[in-house]
């Protein structure tokens, strides 16, 4: 089946017990047993809760998967799964990565002996140049956040493969629609599901998906151990959200290619900061591995002051943290998703005071446009 069929009948749509058309909400915390020696199941739900279960079996059918992981957020994803490193493993990172995670790297990883050298990962021969001998780990976001650079995800899997560390790939903006980094020989894809997966701007979550059988046990043991779950109510609003996935990314997709082109043709607009323009250095990569550049940007204007007219100033785009909504939301990536970053690391990487980074929603491309055009050159 085709995805837009898959992400419908999954498996898990349809209740077994009713037939109800909606998974329920099993709004508990745990389960009658009937026998000392032999237990249900379910028991506690810490460990396992049947709302939980059908959207974790959902992620990793979309993602190819054969275990998926829900968590109470997109940073609780991706911290638990970090707790597969020990002290003294080395982690090669890409330098532009999401602010909360280089973070918990820095600042509290650290501090347990695990150690990340940060590189730019669109470069292969930097990538493999920073491998040590006791490198358990790559960690890779493409497109990344928020220049949207481009990782050869192959490429990259291939050299950490080959050195005996697993490949770990933040898969947030593109969502398991428009890549599938497993399929490319990745080993951990994780999701901020609050996101594009969720895609109505109303919970909070992560997920982790493997394919490797031994790998997903020690990640389940991480998930119980830790306890940083998706709670049931919030595991079927993903569910429900997850089924409007295709046409959601479908539209805010090509919405996003019109803006982007109408941006790069602006004489105030300084870069502009999308795969989908040929001009984009990892436009034929993401070309390659991907369905789509997908339905957020980045861009920077000529000023600081222009640049908080338009945060500032936009009302079809809500001035905002996050992404992914079916609104358009704009956020300005020094204050918000990179505030954790000191402003050293931020200049370094080119994150400046004067880059906005929007994520379309399904509003009308033309709306869109004309009220940038009004706050850009008015």
Request: charged share 20%.
């Amino acid at each position: 089946m085709k995805f837009g069929t898959r992400i419908i009948h999954t498996g898990r749509t349809i209740d077994p017990v009713t037939g109800a058309l909606s998974i329920p909400i099993y709004q508990t915390s745990t389960y009658r047993q009937e026998s000392v020696d032999h237990f249900g199941k379910y028991d506690y739900a810490r460990s396992d809760n049947p709302t939980r279960e059908a959207l974790e079996e959902t992620i990793a059918l979309l993602e190819n998967g054969t275990r998926g992981f829900a968590f109470a957020s997109g940073m609780a994803a991706i911290s638990s799964t970090l707790l597969l490193f020990s002290p003294g493993d080395h982690l090669v990172v890409c330098e532009d990565v999401y602010g909360g995670t280089f973070r918990v790297l820095t600042q509290l990883f650290s501090r347990m002996g695990i150690e990340s050298t940060f590189v730019d990962a669109t470069d292969l021969d930097t990538i493999a140049a920073a491998f040590r001998p006791n490198t358990k780990g790559l960690y890779l976001e493409t497109p990344s956040n928020p220049l949207l650079k481009i990782t050869d995800l192959a490429g990259a899997a291939r050299i950490a493969r080959e050195r005996g560390a697993i490949t770990l790939v933040d898969n947030t903006f593109m969502t398991p629609y428009l890549q599938r980094p497993l399929d490319l020989g990745c080993d951990v894809v994780l999701h901020s599901g609050t996101k594009f997966l969720n895609g109505h701007s109303d919970v909070i979550c992560g997920f982790a998906v493997v394919k490797d059988a031994e790998l997903g046990k020690r990640i389940r043991f991480i998930q119980n151990a830790f306890g940083a779950i998706l709670g049931p109510q919030d595991s079927w609003l993903v569910l429900r959200g997850l089924k409007t996935l295709r046409v959601r990314m479908e539209e805010s997709q090509r919405s996003t290619v019109r803006i982007a082109q109408w941006l790069a043709e602006q004489a105030r607009v300084t870069q502009v900061f999308y795969p989908g323009l040929p001009t984009h250095p990892g436009h034929e990569v993401n070309a390659r591995q991907s369905a789509g550049p997908g339905a957020v940007l980045s861009f920077t204007l000529e000023s600081v002051a222009l640049t908080r007219r338009l945060l500032e100033g936009m009302k079809l785009a809500a001035f905002a943290v996050s992404l992914g909504g079916v609104e358009s939301i704009i956020s300005y990536p020094a204050k918000m998703s990179h505030a954790a970053m000191p402003a050293e690391e931020r200049a370094v990487r080119g994150i400046t005071d004067t880059l906005v980074r929007l994520s379309v929603g399904l509003e009308d491309a033309d709306d869109l446009i004309a009220e940038l055009d009004r706050l850009i050159n008015g």
